[in-house]
């Protein structure tokens, strides 16, 4: 999958496994994605305390600029 964004189910199945208390690195193994990757995006949604929340919303807005040409 790399090149292709992380989609909403995704970015709950990271939000689930920081819950958890989950190393990254076990999350990404999960997913089919580098360690990078699901870093990369838990750092951009503010850190573990807060991801879930904002992980949500941003792949909403992304989903959507997408889905009008928009850039991301």
Do not use: K
């Not at 999958?1 to 989950?22: D, H, K, Q, W, Y």
């Not at 990757?37 to 949500?56: E, I, K, L, P």
């Amino acid at each position: 999958m790399p090149g292709v964004r992380l989609g909403i189910e995704e970015r709950e199945t990271i939000g689930l496994g920081l819950a958890r208390g989950e190393p990254l690195a076990v999350i990404a193994r999960r997913l089919g994605r580098p360690t990078s990757t699901v870093s990369r995006d838990v750092a951009a949604c503010g850190g573990r305390d807060v991801y879930r929340h904002f992980a949500f919303w941003r792949g909403v807005r992304v989903a959507r600029r997408s889905q009008f040409g928009l850039p991301v």
